[in-house]
């Protein structure tokens, strides 16, 4: 009976070495996947960038754009992670200098515009070329009253 008994605690103590050891190396792997899902993914995003301004020089995470005139249609600039610089400048007058962040796969949609320009002074991109807004009629929710 004694040895009967020294022998199942031998068989006890190695499967517990085993169920330990495969608890760890279970931990471990999990870790390792869990780190891989983290750290591993898109290494680039997309600055998504509309000109308000015509005629200007656009540096977007140090890709250079020429405007000429009005561009309608925005830029689409894939950058990688990290901190990058939206730079507009006309006749080399800086206009408008942000900073801005990418992440890993997101997009970041930034408006260039004039920032020296006072607000309200009418002189904004296309004024001259705008027609007078249309106020809608008296009492229209959304349209003052005249």
Known sequence: MGLNLIRLLG????????VAGWLGGGLL?????????????PTTGTAVVHVVEPDVTVAVGGVTFEIEGRRFAPLVVELSMGAHRLV??????VLDD?????????????????????????????????????????????????
């Not at 792997?29 to 993914?41: D, P, R, T």
């Open 98 to 146: 942000e900073p801005f962040e990418i992440d890993g796969g997101d997009s970041v949609v930034l408006s260039a515009w004039d920032q020296t320009r006072p607000p309200g002074d009418g002189q904004g991109a296309g004024a001259r070329d705008r027609p007078e807004p249309d106020r809608g009629e008296p009492g229209l929710k959304g349209h003052p009253d005249r």
């Open 88 to 93: 507009m400048t006309r006749g080399g007058v």
């Open 29 to 41: 792997g999990s870790g390792f996947l869990g780190f891989l899902l983290v750290e591993v993914g």
């Open 11 to 18: 068989r006890l103590t190695f499967w517990k070495g085993n």
